[in-house]
C-alpha cells in the first residue's frame, strides 16, 4: 500500500494551511496516547463524547484532539467551551472548508503527539473509565501488538440498545487474516500505533464512509490485535450519518467495494482470504434482498457468494444462500407474487 501524504510536501503544507488550530501544546507532557475525536455537525454529542474521555483515568498523560470538518451548526463553540476549561489538554483543530470525513480523520490522525491513538468519533462515547488505562498497558507490555480493541454495543441516539456486545467473536489475538475477511471492532473501540494511518493510499480519500477498516488492516498487516475481555464503549447510530443512514445494501456494497480495491493491491498470498471475505458479503446481500422482495438480485448475489471464493471455503455458509434465495422465490410464486406478510 503506497503512502498518502507523508513528509513535508507541497500537498502536506497546503493541507495544514487549511486548518487553523486553538489551543497550544507547547507546555503540555507529551501524551503517551492521543485521542482523536471528528466531529461535523455534531452539537448534539459532542459534550457526551468529550465528558467520557475527561473520566478516564491514566497514570499517563493524554491529550485531545478535535477535528472538526467545517461543521455549520455550534459543534465548534461546544469544542471550543470544552479547551477553553481544559487548555493543556484539549486542541481544537478547525477546517477552512468540508474537507469529508476521510481527509477529516487522516489530518486529525496527523495531528496527534501520542505514541498511540485513541479514536472516539463526535457520537460516540466510552463507558468504563478505565478503558485508555487498559488498552495502553497492553500495548506497552507487547511491541508485536499494533491495535487494540474491546467489545462494545451498539445503541442508537435515544439510548436504545440494537446490539448488546460486539464483535461476535472470543476475545484474544487477531492478525491480518481475520481483519482482511470481517471489519472486527467498533471504530469507538480503536487504540493504534500512532503512524499506521502513513500507509493509507490515494484510494482510501474516495472510499466515502469507511475508515476504521482500512486503518485496521494496516493493523493487521504489521502487527496483532488484541480484542480486550471488556465492555468499555457505546457505538451510536445517528440518524442522517454518513454510514448507517443509506441502509445494510449500501454498507454491505461499501465494505465489497474495499474488498475488491484490496484483493488488487495485496500480495496474492491474501487473495484467498479476501475472496472469501467477499464470498460472505455477497450471502448477507442475498439475504437483504430477499428479505426486500427483490429475487432477481438475490439469485445474483447467491451465485457469486457461491462462486467468489475458492470451491470449498465456507461451502455450507454459500450453498444456504442459495438454496434459501431458489426456496423463497419459489414460495413468492406460488402465492401468485404477493409479497409475504
Request: net charge neutral.
Amino acid at each position: 500500500m503506497g503512502h498518502a501524504g507523508n513528509g513535508d510536501t507541497p500537498k502536506q503544507r497546503n493541507i495544514m494551511l487549511r486548518m487553523a488550530s486553538h489551543g497550544s501544546s507547547a507546555t503540555s507532557p507529551v501524551p503517551l496516547v492521543s485521542v482523536c475525536v471528528t466531529a461535523f455537525n455534531s452539537e448534539k454529542w459532542l459534550a457526551r463524547a468529550l465528558d467520557s474521555i475527561l473520566m478516564q483515568q491514566t497514570s499517563f498523560p493524554i491529550e485531545i484532539v478535535i477535528g472538526d470538518d467545517c461543521s455549520t451548526d455550534g459543534t465548534v463553540a461546544v469544542a471550543n467551551a470544552y479547551r477553553v476549561r481544559n487548555p493543556e489538554l484539549i486542541r481544537v483543530l478547525e477546517q477552512s472548508a468540508n474537507v469529508g470525513m476521510q481527509r477529516n480523520y487522516y489530518e486529525t490522525f496527523e495531528q496527534c503527539r501520542g505514541k498511540y491513538i485513541a479514536w472516539l468519533d463526535a457520537d460516540d462515547y466510552w463507558t468504563a473509565p478505565e478503558k485508555l488505562e487498559m488498552q495502553a498497558q497492553t500495548m506497552e507490555a507487547d511491541p508485536a501488538v499494533s491495535a487494540c480493541g474491546h467489545f462494545g454495543r451498539a445503541v442508537t441516539n435515544d439510548g436504545k440498545v440494537m446490539e448488546a456486545s460486539f464483535p461476535f467473536l472470543p476475545p484474544g489475538r487477531y492478525g491480518a487474516a481475520e481483519i482482511i475477511r470481517h471489519n472486527i471492532l467498533l471504530s469507538a473501540t480503536i487504540m493504534f500505533r500512532n503512524g499506521i494511518h502513513h500507509g493509507l493510499p490515494q484510494w482510501f480519500f474516495d472510499l466515502p464512509g469507511l475508515v476504521d477498516w482500512p486503518v485496521l488492516v494496516l493493523a493487521g498487516l504489521s502487527g496483532d490485535i488484541v480484542l480486550l475481555d471488556r465492555l468499555m464503549a457505546d457505538y451510536t447510530f445517528t440518524e442522517g450519518s454518513a454510514y448507517n443512514s443509506k441502509g445494510s445494501v449500501y454498507g454491505e456494497n461499501l465494505d465489497l467495494r474495499f474488498l475488491e480495491v484490496l484483493e488488487n493491491v495485496l500480495p496474492s498470498k491474501w487473495r484467498r482470504t479476501v475472496r472469501a471475505g467477499k464470498g460472505e458479503i455477497y450471502e448477507r446481500l442475498a439475504y437483504h434482498f430477499r428479505e426486500q422482495g427483490d429475487f432477481e438480485a438475490a439469485r445474483v448475489a447467491a451465485l457469486k457468494a457461491f462462486r467468489t471464493p475458492d470451491l470449498m471455503d465456507n461451502i455450507a455458509g454459500k450453498s444456504k444462500a442459495m438454496l434459501a434465495t431458489f426456496f423463497r422465490e419459489a414460495q413468492w410464486r406460488l402465492r401468485g407474487g404477493r409479497a409475504q406478510q
